[in-house]
T-cell receptor
């Protein structure tokens, strides 16, 4: 089974802090993703990476950055946390393979509260 | 703007009935379609995917795809209270590097 592990289940940070969310996958997947999920807004893509040191902006990259130094690890960085970044953050991974059958596998999520 | 639309619900069905969840998408170049189930406070888990027109069955679940109508649905037969969750439709469009576009989900409630 694919295992995607997010380092923290719950996190509380103060406004202005630099926040690191870590994600590790154990299936040698090329693609990794960061989404945030908010009530009424659904899942929104922040950033994704299709290879080591490669990154692409998603729909809502403002206020975030990412790092992918190793294939199995994809980090999301909030440079200066703000209260509107309070959300559930979901990491996912997938293999490149056929374009038809490569679903995303999600981690358990990190619920971040910024006060 | 590529969009995936779902009725937010809640959809309420009695135990043992068939639950029908629907999804429409805007991009005709979309290639494959995924259904995820998400329990409250948990992360989405894959139920099944489909990429050819017609039906695909997996146990109590059947996915149906009609590319001409840009419509995909999920049928759950013999619904159980444990099926109560939010169901997310996700679409991989042509040219995508692997990311999916998600609908906002339909909340299903199965009453005993």
């Amino acid at each position: 089974d694919v295992k995607v592990t997010q380092s923290s289940r719950y996190l509380v940070k103060r406004t202005g802090e630099k926040v690191f969310l870590e994600c590790v996958q154990d299936m040698d997947h090329e693609n990794m993703f960061w989404y945030r999920q908010d009530p009424g807004l659904g899942l929104r893509l922040i950033y994704f990476s299709y290879d080591v040191k490669m990154k692409e902006k998603g729909d809502i990259p403002e206020g975030y950055s990412v790092s992918r130094e190793k294939k199995e690890r994809f980090s999301l960085i909030l440079e200066s946390a703000s209260t509107n970044q309070t959300s559930m953050y979901l990491c996912a991974s997938s293999f490149v393979g056929s374009s038809y059958n490569s679903p995303l596998h999600f981690g358990n999520g990190t619920r971040l509260t910024v006060t | 703007q590529k969009e995936v639309e779902q009725n937010s619900g809640p959809l309420s069905v009695p135990e043992g009935a068939i639950a029908s969840l629907n999804c429409t998408y805007s991009d005709r170049g979309s290639q494959s379609f995924f259904w995820y189930r998400q329990y409250s406070g948990k992360s989405p888990e894959l139920i099944m995917f489909i990429y050819s027109n017609g039906d695909k069955e997996d146990g109590r679940f059947t996915a149906q795809l009609n590319k001409a109508s840009q419509y995909v649905s999920l049928l759950i037969r013999d619904s159980q209270p444990s099926d109560s969750a939010t169901y997310l439709c996700a679409v991989k469009y042509g040219g995508s590097q692997g990311n999916l576009i998600f609908g906002k989900g339909t909340k299903l409630s199965v009453k005993p």
